[in-house]
């Protein structure tokens, strides 16, 4: 099932968009083209998908080729581990260097997070890389392979009983206790600064994007959304560079952890949260609680809100392994909504704006991080 709805608002302009602007950007990107192992991920046109469904191009941006991790959100977690490093010891954050500070001894420094698996994996390799311990927090739905994933570069992991914003309360408590660096990348009120430097960590995807487009451009992007801190920096990059004219945005989310969607239809201005188990399969969107400051910037520039069951991200893993992507539970479910979309109620297409004129942008936000839960997806007949 796919529940769509609209947003309401867009005349007021968040404070935060100048934050992801020219002089960020430029930053970011040179902080990531100093990390050892970085290169953009392929942008791909998907020629003959975009006849199939109807649409003048379609592209995707394929996050399974990142640094080995095979996801965007290192690209956050290594940004804000380098800024909190250099503003420790001192040195001048203009000018972050991985390598600078990979000959430092840094071995007093711990951080802490909470994850449901990629953004954890991010802070422990980085930390890792840097000597420093890492201590991450996980729901008790997380699969084995994502903590077996984690454990490999982590100090020590702690699965939680509960989901991911249980964890996320304990992560908090515990670098409280240790008196450790908590680097969560969603915000709260007294807790910003370092979600923001997360968040405008991925500004590098979607400029290598318009790097990679060469001068086109696309008409529709669709966002897969946990926090919102992602949507969020992409979002304000493109308020900056287009203004009113930007793209539209397609938020998606697990109908079992749809807060921004909730937050949307509730209509008062203000975030909410969705309790529950929050086990969805799409697990790196498995969130009940809105970043703060992604809130202020998708409720306010974003588009539309979409509500997926499990169902449409699994559709999305297939119909994205027939044309070779290696597309993961969370990655893959804007490719399961156009699919659905075609095969069995075309009045999404017309609800979303799209018609045989659209260019759209899909992001495959992750690829296998659980190989054995994909096989197994692979392997069901749709
Ligand atoms: C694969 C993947 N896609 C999308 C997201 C959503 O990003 P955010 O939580 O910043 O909204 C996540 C978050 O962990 C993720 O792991």
């Known amino acids: 099932m796919i529940k769509i709805i609209s947003n309401k608002n867009g005349k007021e302009k968040s404070n935060l968009?100048?934050?992801f602007d020219e002089g960020s950007k430029n930053k970011v990107r040179a902080f990531h083209k100093t990390l050892l192992n970085y290169k953009p991920t392929p942008l791909i046109e998907m020629n003959k998908y975009a006849d199939i469904v109807g649409v003048n191009k379609l592209w995707v941006k394929d996050e399974s080729h990142r640094m080995g991790l095979k996801a965007f959100k290192v690209l956050g977690a290594s940004y804000a581990i380098t800024n909190i490093l250099y503003e420790k010891i001192g040195w001048d954050k203009n000018e972050l260097s991985f390598e600078k500070l990979f000959n430092e001894d840094l071995s007093q420094f711990t951080f802490v997070t909470a994850t449901d698996g990629n953004h954890g994996r991010g802070v422990a390799w980085i930390s890792n890389q840097f000597g420093c311990k890492s201590f991450v927090f996980m729901p008790n739905t997380s699969s084995e392979v994502r903590i077996n994933n984690i454990e490999e570069f982590a100090t020590e992991v702690f699965i939680v009983d509960g989901n991911y914003d249980m964890a996320?309360?304990?992560?908090?408590?515990?670098?409280?206790?240790?008196?450790?660096?908590?680097?969560?990348?969603?915000?709260?009120?007294?807790?910003?600064?370092?979600?923001?430097?997360?968040?405008?960590?991925?500004?590098?995807?979607?400029?290598?994007?318009?790097?990679q487009l060469n001068g086109d451009n696309f008409s529709h992007i669709f966002l897969h959304c946990g926090v919102g801190s992602m949507?969020?920096?992409?979002?304000?990059?493109?308020?900056?560079?287009?203004?009113?004219?930007?793209?539209?945005?397609?938020?998606?989310?697990?109908?079992?952890?749809?807060?921004f969607y909730k937050s949307i239809e509730i209509n008062d201005g203000k975030p909410h949260s969705v309790y529950g188990k929050l086990d969805s399969v799409m697990a790196g969107l498995s969130c009940g609680t809105p970043s703060k400051l992604a809130w202020d910037i998708i409720s306010k520039h974003s588009n539309y809100f979409i509500s997926c069951d499990d169902e449409i991200a699994k559709l999305g893993m297939r119909e994205f392994s027939k044309v070779n992507i290696i597309s993961g539970e969370s990655g893959a479910v804007s490719l399961g909504i156009l699919?659905?979309?075609?095969?069995?109620?075309?009045?999404?297409?017309?609800?979303?704006?799209?018609?045989?004129?659209s260019k759209i942008m899909l992001i495959s936000t992750e690829g296998d991080t659980d190989q054995i839960f994909y096989k197994q997806v692979l392997s069901e007949i749709d």
Not at 234 to 249: H, M, S, W
Not at 339 to 357: G, P, Q, T
């Open 17 to 19: 968009i100048s934050l």
């Open 168 to 211: 996320s309360g304990k992560a908090k408590e515990y670098a409280k206790q240790k008196n450790a660096i908590l680097v969560q990348d969603s915000s709260w009120e007294g807790y910003e600064k370092i979600p923001l430097i997360i968040m405008q960590g991925y500004i590098t995807l979607i400029d290598e994007i318009y790097e």
């Open 231 to 259: 949507p969020a920096a992409i979002e304000a990059y493109l308020v900056n560079k287009f203004g009113t004219d930007k793209p539209i945005t397609n938020i998606v989310e697990p109908n079992k952890a749809d807060c």
């Open 339 to 357: 699919k659905y979309a075609f095969d069995n109620d075309k009045s999404i297409f017309e609800k979303l704006e799209i018609d045989s004129s």
